[in-house]
C-alpha cells in the first residue's frame, strides 16, 4: 500500500467518524424530542453512533477489498 493509499484510506476514516458522532447527535436530538430522560437519550445516540460507525468499516472494507 503506497503513501498516497494510506492518506486517502485515513481521510476516509476521519470522515466517516464524523458521520457517525453526527448520526449519535440526531439520534440523542430525537430521543430527547420524544420525551425520553437524558440517560436513555445518551444510549440510543450511542446505538446511532456505533450502527453507523459499524456499517461505514464494513461498507470500506468491502471496496478496499474490491479495488485491490
Do not use: K
Not at 498516497?4 to 458522532?21: E, F, K
Not at 446511532?48 to 471496496?63: E, M, N, P, R, S
Request: some cysteine.
Amino acid at each position: 500500500m503506497s503513501v498516497h493509499d494510506l492518506v486517502l484510506l485515513m481521510l476516509t476514516l476521519a470522515v466517516l467518524v464524523m458521520a457517525s458522532v453526527l448520526a449519535g447527535v440526531i439520534g440523542f436530538g430525537v430521543a430527547r424530542w420524544a420525551g425520553l430522560p437524558i440517560p436513555d437519550a445518551v444510549v440510543r445516540g450511542a446505538i446511532a453512533c456505533a450502527a453507523t460507525l459499524t456499517i461505514g468499516i464494513a461498507v470500506l472494507g468491502i471496496l478496499v477489498t474490491a479495488i485491490r
